[in-house]
């Protein structure tokens, strides 16, 4: 669903500290736009969009665009398991409390896993895409956000 900008909500603060032990401020990247994925590691159309993800970071990420996952349920060995075996390469905050999902103003609903969100480069929800995203379909929705800073 993409949003147009005039129908976008407030500003959304995304924190957290990583399965890394590096903290994440989503206010720190605003400027560029920020693709979140809400996903964990035996949820099947998570395992299933996980390519794409990898596909949509490597090429995006050159221009500017940022990357988080937020994981609902694992723990570090099996959240680094997945994103070994799909070689995704940005960060994820671990959330099994849900308050990172919380923090998101209602733009994903707890149990819709997987769920992307594009920020545009003011924080703002431009497009959420509920269920396994396709390269296709976050690469036209990256496409229209970047293009709004041209």
Not at 3 to 19: D, N, V
Not at 43 to 56: N, T
């Amino acid at each position: 669903m993409e949003i147009p900008p005039e129908g976008r909500a407030a500003s959304l603060e995304i924190r957290g500290t990583t399965y890394g032990g590096d903290d994440f401020d989503s206010t720190a990247l605003r400027g560029a736009p920020l693709v979140i994925n809400v996903w964990y590691a035996s949820c099947p159309p998570c395992r299933v969009e996980a390519p794409a993800l990898k596909a949509v970071h490597s090429e995006y990420g050159s221009q500017g665009v940022e990357f988080v996952g937020v994981n609902t349920r694992d723990k570090a060995g099996p959240a680094a398991a997945f994103e070994k075996t799909f070689g995704i390469t940005y960060p994820s905050i671990p959330d099994p409390d849900g308050v990172v999902i919380t923090s998101m103003d209602g733009s994903v609903s707890p149990n819709a896993v997987p769920t992307t969100l594009i920020l545009d480069a003011e924080g703002r929800v431009a497009a959420r895409i509920t269920g396994a995203a396709d390269q296709s379909t976050l690469e036209s929705l990256l496409d229209a956000v970047l293009a709004e800073g041209a």
